[in-house]
């Protein structure tokens, strides 16, 4: 009987086992220096991150490439090659906008709206799907993107949160701490990144002692209203808590518990967080002065992100 128990929990793990995970990165168009250079910092970081797991199929798309041509086209591929037991993870960071109606992703040249990108993502046979909007106005996609096995999270509760974001950098930073992995698993979970991200966004506008213009949300059922956390005698957060989205194995694992690589991400939220508010200083400072202070901090933060890189 033993036997027989063991064999169907075999059975029933075993496709999991040998799913490939497809990740798609995109860091859309920045509009100026500060935010190109985040973006693509930000890309480059969850690529280097996603080649170290085994299982992955990567594909991140920045600068001239973050087209709507070349993400339809990689999503297209992974259309054309994945199976229904194979899981998706599609990060969007960058800029986006609400018109009242349909969202919009910002790229080079046009842009992509969800409802494009919904018709695109529904041809996918992957039966596990999870699509991170971290951008501006993210909240005004989840409607579109809302599908059974496709879990939304978005930095903004809705289209008119239309603010610059940073929940982006707690969500890469999430890929980058043990800490995110609360259950000591070995692996953190969409859920487990969300719970991170979500508090460490609201502590960035805590400790700048400003009113938080982002309010992460998510939805996983394909049905409903987006939420923060899950409601009492909700299936919200089902999908979330069983899909993983990175294991902390082998070179992955070395690298988040590198004391050197944890100094560096310090420095690196420590820079950005200067930056952001040199942003939000701006109108109160010299435009001599806010230049030359933005510089030297950008210029710091590629050389941290040089660092990291290495």
Request: with cysteine.
């Amino acid at each position: 009987m033993k036997r027989m128990v063991l064999g169907l929990l075999l059975a029933v793990a075993g496709p999991r086992c040998h799913a490939a995970v497809y990740y798609i990165t995109v860091a859309g168009l920045g509009g100026e220096p500060d935010y190109e250079q985040r973006f693509t910092a930000n890309a480059k970081d969850l690529d280097k991150i996603y080649r170290g797991s085994a299982a992955g199929h990567v594909v991140t798309l920045a600068g001239d490439d973050a087209t709507r041509v070349k993400l339809m086209d990689a999503l297209n591929d992974v259309a054309r090659n994945a199976k229904p037991e194979d899981d998706l993870v599609l990060i969007l960071i960058g800029h986006g906008s609400f018109d009242g109606e349909e969202y919009k992703f910002n790229l080079v040249g046009p842009d992509l709206s969800g409802t494009e990108l919904a018709a695109v993502l529904d041809k996918i046979p992957a039966k596990r799907q999870l699509v991170v909007n971290t951008t501006s106005a993210s909240g005004g996609s989840v409607i579109a993107l809302q599908h059974p096995g496709r879990a939304v999270i978005t930095a903004t509760k809705t289209g008119t949160e239309k603010n610059a974001t940073v929940f982006a950098r707690y969500w890469l930073q999430a890929m980058q701490d043990p800490a995110a992995d609360t259950d000591k698993s070995g692996s953190i979970s969409a859920m487990e990144a969300f719970v991170y991200a979500d508090r460490k966004t609201a502590d960035f506008y805590s400790s700048q002692k400003r009113l938080a213009t982002e309010h992460p949300v998510f939805e996983d059922t394909g049905k409903g209203e987006a939420v923060r956390t899950i409601p009492q005698g909700s299936r919200e957060g089902a999908l979330l808590s069983t899909f993983t989205v990175l294991r902390l194995d082998g070179g992955n694992a070395a690298i988040a518990n590198d004391p050197a690589h944890q100094a560096l991400l310090a420095k690196k939220e420590e820079l950005e967080r200067k930056i952001d508010q040199l942003k939000y200083e701006k109108a109160a400072m010299e435009p001599g002065e806010y230049k030359q202070a933005l510089t030297a901090a950008l210029l710091e933060l590629a050389k941290v992100q040089q660092e990291m890189e290495k």
